[in-house]
Nanobody, 121 residues
Framework: QVLLVESGGGLVQPGGSLRLSCAASRSFFSIDAMGWYRQAPGKQRELVAS???????DYADSRKGRFTISRDNAKNTVYLQMNSLEPEDTAVYYCNAEARSTALSFLRAYWGQGTQVTVSS
């Protein structure tokens, strides 16, 4: 069962924009924080941005001002608007959700399958 479905990746020229979406399954009992991470070839996965259920956001310093995270709780969906993209932003972007599968479950992290973002001329 795919619990997090990402979309919106692709190839974009430097300076361009992309909007990533991640829809979480309706089967979750509850979802707390959601976020985006990325992993470039040969590098560790790193935080891009996160957002709590009540809308508090956190960004990696290098993404502040260029990236904006938002969420629609009614749709169980988190978005990442990426502007002024640079070749260094090229990576696989992963959606993350801290969620409970049932009322009795512990909060745990769930991951999407990743979507490729390539910034190149």
């Amino acid at each position: 069962q795919v619990l997090l479905v990402e979309s919106g990746g692709g190839l974009v020229q430097p300076g361009g924009s992309l909007r990533l979406s991640c829809a979480a399954s309706r089967s979750f009992f509850s979802i707390d924080a959601m976020g985006w991470y990325r992993q470039a070839p040969g590098k560790q996965r790193e935080l891009v941005a996160s957002i709590t259920a009540d809308g508090n956001t956190d960004y990696a310093d290098s993404r502040k001002g260029r990236f904006t995270i938002s969420r629609d709780n009614a749709k169980n969906t988190v978005y990442l608007q990426m502007n002024s993209l640079e070749p260094e932003d090229t990576a696989v972007y992963y959606c993350n959700a801290e969620a409970r599968s049932t009322a009795l479950s512990f909060l745990r992290a769930y991951w999407g399958q990743g979507t490729q973002v390539t910034v190149s001329s």
